[in-house]
């Protein structure tokens, strides 16, 4: 059965290309931009401590960055047939926000930490990638082209974060509340992939309609301005629909 069902695909292959081969006409070069959505929600966690009363105070930041909207563009060339390499460019900021929670000791007895938590927003997250895909197009009608792509990214992420946490206390001191953070801005840049499909509709000689979704993960060490490492995830789903311009 799988040696079947390799010989079936590769039959299938052989026919998708023959068709791109016969079908394969048109432009060389397309540029196109496009608007769309980050889909995708991303979370990580930050846990540190910090001192405090000649002890040492924890915080936990549990981060959640939202859906938002993203704009991309990108400059695409066939290279043989269906076969090409495109470099793309994409960005998307979010105000994100996080769940803190401390444990602060006390001031006057040792082993009597006080629980605080709260919410922290304003926390902006931005990304900026640049991705370098291999495309293959697959011709599926007379107007209608269908691209799969997939390849390397660099994302650069700006990223700010909680470095610490205010409060206020009365005596005995035996309770504290919270009142907010102190943060700090890092960034970092990342390598990793994204896998992508895309459909183009030919509106006219040159102008063509582009829709889509795109899938990118890479991996960012943020340093912290106490010098720490915040390890998260960039990227995410994006999806969007734009236009495209064809060059011979």
């Not at 079936?8 to 196109?32: D, E, K, N, T, Y």
């Not at 605080?116 to 009608?141: F, K, M, Q, Y």
């Not at 919270?178 to 183009?200: A, C, K, M, P, Q």
């Amino acid at each position: 059965m799988p040696r079947l069902l390799i010989a079936c695909a590769a039959v299938g292959v052989m026919l998708v290309s023959a068709r791109a081969a016969s079908a394969q006409s048109g432009s060389r070069l397309i540029v196109s931009a496009y608007g769309g959505m980050q889909a995708t929600t991303t979370t990580f966690v930050d846990r540190f401590t910090f001192p405090l009363n000649v002890e040492d105070a924890s915080l936990d930041a549990d981060y959640r960055v939202d859906r938002s909207p993203s704009w991309d563009g990108q400059v695409g060339i066939r290279l043989w047939r269906g076969l090409g390499v495109a470099v793309g460019v994409s960005y998307f900021e979010d105000e994100a926000g996080a769940r803190v929670q401390a444990s602060l000791p006390h001031p006057f007895f040792f082993n009597r930490d006080r629980s605080i938590a709260g919410d922290a927003s304003s926390l902006t997250r931005s990304e900026l990638a640049i991705h370098v895909p291999v495309e293959w197009t697959l011709p599926l009608s007379g107007r209608l082209d269908l691209t799969v792509s997939g390849g390397p990214s660099v994302v650069r992420v700006k990223q700010r974060l909680v470095q610490g946490v205010e409060f206020s206390e009365t005596f005995p001191f035996d309770q504290a509340t919270y009142t907010g953070v102190t943060t700090d801005v890092s960034r970092d840049t990342g390598v990793g992939f994204n896998l992508g499909g895309e459909g183009r509709v030919r509106l006219t000689a040159h102008l063509v309609g582009v829709f889509g979704a795109r899938f990118s993960r890479g991996r960012v060490d943020l340093r912290a301005a106490d010098r720490r490492t915040v390890d998260l995830d960039a990227g995410g789903l994006r999806l969007g629909a734009g236009v495209g311009v064809r060059f011979w």
